[in-house]
């Protein structure tokens, strides 16, 4: 008999890192759901496009421009974000994780992102009729998140780097991703696959060259624990400033036609939470001799 509960714990990394709304609503709810397709042939792949088609058919009724399609907006991203949630952890518990779905897996975060913004643009502009307005503020929220979001994937992957002493995701996942190129060019077929791997190749290069600059010009020896102590706070903190958390605010202001709410609150408090947070962080990596 499978231990269900000690199963969705092995799903999570540590709480510190994992959003509140993640731990609270959308993760449960993605597990019931992977309980549920366990036993049958659906595959982590599937999930992931299932999400990105509601993700984008989300977008398509934040584009319509009416309070009521604002709100099956809502409801559909919160399908999405289950979704979402769901598919890594059906690869974790199956182990029948690929490569191309750890890929997929972050590309339909992207689409459905950018249906969102495009569609709220668009909806905005419909429902009060004042096109520069809306999309300045759409713009300026789209640009936000991005931001925030690579804040949090930076400080939070850096926290388990050195707290759990592992090798940097992204190297790691280079190394990988370079393997598993190597041994697509023997096998015939799979364009698609190939295609994807390589871009992605390209992109991690990228981010590799970006990181090792940063940390070459200070890599003291850091102890474990007192970095831990001094960033389990500041770390849970970032969080609030997470794709999830954004997401989550979007939802809820598409309940209560305050979409406009939504973007000035993205701009002005995302924002203003993210200097703050930034500033702080400085301070406590001084304090370690830590730069970059």
């Not at 992931?48 to 989300?58: Q, S």
């Not at 929220?141 to 388990?160: C, P, V």
Request: charged share 20%; net charge positive.
């Amino acid at each position: 008999m499978i231990d269900w509960f000690n199963k969705f714990i092995s799903t999570l990394k540590m709480l510190e890192v994992e959003e509140v709304f993640d731990l609270i609503f959308y993760r449960p709810l993605a597990f019931l759901l992977v309980k549920i397709v366990y036993p049958t042939n659906i595959t982590p792949n599937q999930l992931t496009v299932a999400a990105v088609i509601l993700g984008v058919i989300g977008g398509i009724f934040y584009s319509l421009g009416k309070p009521e399609y604002f709100v099956v907006a809502g409801i559909l991203f919160i399908l999405y974000d289950v979704l979402d949630c769901s598919d890594g952890q059906l690869a974790r518990l199956k182990k029948n994780g690929t490569k191309l779905g750890r890929i997929l897996d972050g590309v339909a975060d992207y689409i459905a992102t950018i249906a969102a913004y495009i569609g709220i643009g668009i909806g905005l502009t419909k429902y009060t009729d004042n096109a520069a307005t809306s999309w300045a503020l759409t713009v300026g929220a789209g640009i936000t998140s991005a931001i925030l979001s690579i804040l949090l994937d930076f400080y939070r992957n850096r926290f388990l780097d050195i707290v759990l002493k592992r090798e940097s995701v992204l190297e790691s996942e280079l190394q990988e991703f370079k393997r598993e190129n190597e041994r697509l060019k023997n096998i015939e077929g799979k364009l698609f696959e190939k295609w994807i791997i390589k871009i992605y190749l390209q992109y991690s290069e990228f981010q590799v060259k970006m990181a090792n600059n940063k940390k070459n010009k200070s890599k003291p020896l850091i102890n474990s624990d007192i970095f831990y102590k001094k960033n389990k706070l500041i770390i849970h903190l970032w969080t609030y400033i997470g794709p999830t958390t954004q997401l989550t605010f979007m939802i809820i202001c598409s309940f209560f036609n305050a979409l406009h709410t939504y973007l000035i609150g993205m701009i002005i408090f995302g924002n203003l939470l993210a200097l703050i947070l930034f500033i702080w962080q400085k301070k406590i990596d001084n304090s370690l001799n830590l730069k970059g």
